[in-house]
């Protein structure tokens, strides 16, 4: 998605699963921001201390998405629990993933709640 929206570097996604999350995995970068230079978060401890600068609602192309997210995530950028939707390997109804929420600069914006894994839910990625 990076490289078809133009942008350079090196992006992971901010999902968890059983034995890797965000945080093991994540460079702890000093400042995140949108792809429109909006502030989300200016350190590592900003970004997971549950309160953004800034909520994550634009994609990668610069576009306004209020939409869930899958995460699988905990604000502090932790493992959710079994909420992964098998480690993100099942599209099944009877499965269940934890998402967030774009719209929200609150915790919810990782930890909003479950759906089931046949909802279509975008990504966040992070510039490493």
């Given amino acids: 998605m990076a490289s078809l929206a133009s942008l350079s570097g090196t992006f992971k996604a901010w999902l968890s699963t059983s034995d890797k999350s965000p945080n093991t995995r994540f460079t702890k970068n000093s400042g995140y921001e949108d792809v429109n230079g909006n502030i989300i ?3 590592w401890s900003t970004l997971t201390d549950g309160d953004l600068d800034y909520d994550l609602k634009i994609d ?5 998405r209020l939409k869930g997210v899958w995460t699988g995530t905990k604000a502090d ?3 959710y629990g079994s909420d992964t939707c098998l480690n993100w390997l099942s599209g099944s109804s009877s499965q269940h993933g934890r998402r967030g929420y774009s719209g929200y600069s609150s915790d919810n914006w990782t930890d909003y709640k479950s759906s089931d894994c046949n909802d279509d839910r975008r990504i966040y990625c992070f510039e490493q």
């Fill in 41 to 43: 978060a200016d350190s």
């Fill in 60 to 64: 990668e192309n610069g576009i306004k």
């Fill in 77 to 79: 950028g932790t493992y």
